[in-house]
């Protein structure tokens, strides 16, 4: 909960976890959810994230298996700018061997290994996604500035 807050400024998480035969699995999920509403413009935006887990006991350490899936929605609408509708998904996984004293140092390792995982597909969302889709947008407006010069009125609607 604390790093929902510090992260998200809210949201909701849950975790749940079952036993293997050789260790225990998991999953870890949080939502964040914006909907921004005025009286020009309708906004709004999700983020799920969704991290399977699977640990394997060994002597002094745990085998971890990271699987972990984002999903993005952010969504535009309104006279001004008209619609828009950003959406995808990311699927990365890990896996690392981490030292074990004991069952808390599970807690600790899987909670390393998702907010690592969250900070690197964070990151690989606003680099490598929003900058090709700001690097699209600026493509389409230079090829319809070329469209319309000498043309009075074009980006007015005609």
């Known amino acids: ?3 929902m807050y510090s992260y998200y400024e809210g949201g909701i998480s849950s975790v749940y976890f079952w036993g293997l035969d050789d260790g225990f699995a998991g999953v870890v999920l949080l939502k964040k959810s914006t909907p921004s509403t005025s009286a020009a413009n309708t906004s709004s ?10 640990a394997t006991d060994r002597t002094r350490s745990a085998h971890y298996k990271l699987t972990s899936t984002v999903i993005l929605n952010l969504g535009s609408s309104g006279k001004a700018l008209g619609e828009l509708d950003l959406s995808g998904n990311m699927t990365r996984q890990v896996e690392q061997d981490m030292p074990v004293e004991d069952d808390g140092s599970h807690v600790i390792n899987v909670g390393k ?13 606003q680099e490598v996604y929003f900058g090709k889709a700001k690097d ?6 230079s090829k319809l500035h070329h469209l319309c010069e000498g043309e009075t009125g074009c980006f007015n609607g005609r």
Do not use: P, Q, T, Y
């Open 1 to 3: 909960a604390i790093a």
């Open 45 to 54: 935006g999700s983020w799920d994230s969704i991290h399977v887990f699977e």
């Open 113 to 125: 290994l998702v907010e690592n995982m969250e900070l690197k597909m964070r990151n690989l969302l």
């Open 136 to 141: 699209v947008v600026g493509d389409l407006r």
